[in-house]
């Protein structure tokens, strides 16, 4: 205060004797003519400093703040109800096709066979499908992953016998015994849990494993078992025809779900670089699936396994 008061005093001092000396050589003084040292002139501790803990924040930029923040919890809220729509869109659609094969099958309107392999096939392509139905948030794929996950638990339920759907082992296990669970469909939706955090919908890499695995494997053995008489000379539990169809189909259904994709701006489509690479890695899917390890390693781990080895190569 004695500091503020002694400036306020000098500042007097000094203009009395500016006018005092204007009035002794008679000259007309205007307002703007004043010409006052400023703090930058004369550095003052007290000036200089920065701003006191009694300075009253501006309303305007407060206001602005919590208008901003309610923006962005709507816009949370709004990203959260549509990954949890999404979640449960895709889960009632990976539940009702089960049980609209089962039901086929139940009635003889198809093969157990051919329902199971259906499904094989349908539920990873309708399931990356709904993909671009989730938000661009990074907890989207989180979100997506519970279905698989779900399906995991259901699996493992079952397959352990701690809950009991003699429908559900029928449409999914090959020979209707529950513990067909814990082997070949378990490792289907743990592969689609695994691509689904890893890779996710902007790479091509996660796209085409799961394709080749769900479209390429499962039209192997549908299209083999039918028309599948002449038998590879090295596996005679795989038909040339078969090994041709996984081939085919895998590239096929690759190749249409990176479009599907690039439409939606995750990935780059270019039609001549994504075909030849894209058959790449269907040849080198087909071959693995061919070979005779069936009793060592299942198809569900080996063929997305390969690949993912070879999509990273061709793809980066």
């Not at 399906?151 to 559900?168: A, F, H, K, S």
Request: hydrophobic share 50%.
């Amino acid at each position: 205060m004695g500091a503020a008061v002694w400036s306020c005093g000098g500042a007097a001092v000094f203009a009395s004797a500016l006018l005092a000396g204007r009035r002794s050589h008679g000259s007309h003084l205007a307002p703007t003519q004043l010409h006052f040292a400023s703090a930058s002139s004369y550095p003052l501790p007290f000036l200089s400093g920065p701003a006191t803990p009694f300075s009253p924040a501006p309303m305007p930029s407060s206001r602005a703040q919590l208008r901003l923040l309610r923006l962005r919890v709507q816009a949370s809220a709004g990203v959260v109800l549509q990954d949890a729509a999404a979640t449960t869109f895709c889960f009632a659609g990976a539940y009702s096709l089960v049980l609209v094969f089962d039901a086929l099958a139940e009635r003889n309107i198809i093969q157990k066979s051919l329902s199971r392999k259906a499904v094989h096939v349908l539920s990873g392509l309708l399931y990356m499908s709904t993909w671009p139905f989730f938000s661009s948030s990074m907890v989207a794929r989180y979100f997506a992953a519970v279905v698989p996950l779900l399906n995991c638990i259901r699996l493992l339920c079952y397959g352990l016998r701690l809950l009991t759907d003699e429908g559900v082992v029928k449409s999914v296990a090959r020979e209707g015994r529950p513990e067909e669970l814990l082997r070949g469909p378990l490792y289907y939706v743990i592969v689609l849990l695994l691509c689904t955090l890893v890779f996710w919908r902007e790479s091509p890499v996660g796209v085409v494993s799961l394709t080749m695995m769900s479209g390429g494997d499962g039209f192997a053995d549908i299209v083999g078992r039918r028309y599948g008489a002449t038998k590879l000379p090295y596996n005679q539990q795989k038909s040339w025809v078969g090994s041709i169809s996984m081939f085919v189909f895998g590239l096929l259904f690759s190749v249409g779900m990176l479009y599907y994709f690039s439409v939606f701006g995750y990935v780059h489509f270019d039609p001549e670089q994504t075909i030849t690479r894209v058959a790449l890695i269907s040849l080198a899917a087909t071959v693995v699936e061919s070979l005779p390890i069936g009793d060592v390693i299942d198809d569900n781990i080996s063929v997305p396994l390969t690949s993912v080895l070879t999509s990273v190569l061709l793809f980066g």
